[in-house]
């Protein structure tokens, strides 16, 4: 699990473990810093995919089924020891839905509860109706929705190098959102708590779509300031730590 995972504080005696999904072509890096903002009981994985970091040399996944088949079946042994939440943001918010579908389908298995942000629901209308057409775009238009769409600092976009590094993961996984298509169950696959945070100036995305994927009562939304990667702001980092935290009280 250690390739898959990156958690920078391991703790023995946590209670609990939080496994954190990064957005279109991220990395581990800054989930795994949450563990300084959460207590002592709660330990932080931050999922490391191929073709980034450690992994960069790894061919990219190009197809979510088998993303999701190869994380479920390399986290499935932790998951049964300790009681575990998903958080995703973006591209990984519907990654780690999936990854509940595939454990509540096959093992019988969910997390007590799923955190997502900055994207729609899973079934909803609206992402269909809000496909960009990624697959479409050559590398230079690909960049330049980017700059338009906002959200990747302009110095990484005009930085060749560092786009040469960045752009083939970026793409493979916003080619399998725009790819994305199921239609939506009879009834919710999953029935654990959920949770939707998005940012006020970000495109709007209806809490509704989410509230449908989970059969559970239990679903909070909350909107925070700042754009798209509004998480990555240091108020709202806390809060979102806080918030992870007064769900998972460390009773004794």
């Known amino acids: 699990m250690e390739k898959l995972t990156n958690c920078r504080s391991k703790r023995e005696n ?38 980034r970091e450690s992994r960069f040399q790894e061919p990219l996944y190009r197809n979510l089924q088998k993303m999701v088949k190869d994380i479920a079946t390399t986290l499935l042994p932790t998951l049964k020891t300790k009681p575990f939440i998903f958080f ?12 509940c579908r595939y454990l509540v389908t096959n093992h019988n298995l969910q997390p007590n509860h799923l955190i997502v942000s900055g994207t729609f629901g899973p079934h909803s209308e609206l992402r269909a109706q809000h496909r960009i057409g990624w697959t479409r775009m050559t590398d230079k238009q690909f960049v330049a929705k980017l700059r338009e769409l906002g959200g990747t600092p302009p110095d990484v976009l005009e930085n060749q190098g560092l786009m040469k590094i960045f752009l ?20 919710p696959f999953i029935s654990c708590p959920l949770t939707c945070f998005n940012g006020k100036e970000d495109r709007a995305h209806p809490p509704e779509g989410w509230a449908e994927a989970t059969s559970s009562t239990n679903f909070h939304t909350e909107l925070l300031s700042g754009g798209h990667f509004f998480l990555l702001e240091e108020a709202n980092k806390r809060r979102i730590c806080e918030y992870i935290a007064s769900i998972l009280p460390d009773y004794h």
Request: aromatic share 14%.
């Open 14 to 51: 946590a209670r609990y473990r939080v496994f954190c999904f990064p957005w279109a072509g991220g990395g581990s890096g800054f989930y795994s810093s949450l563990y300084q903002h959460l207590p002592e009981h709660i330990e932080v994985h931050g999922i490391r995919l191929p073709g």
């Open 168 to 187: 083939p993961s970026l793409r493979a996984d916003l080619e399998i959102a725009e790819l994305y298509s199921e239609p939506a169950p009879v009834e």
């Open 88 to 99: 995703g943001h973006s591209f990984g918010a519907l990654v780690c839905y999936e990854v």
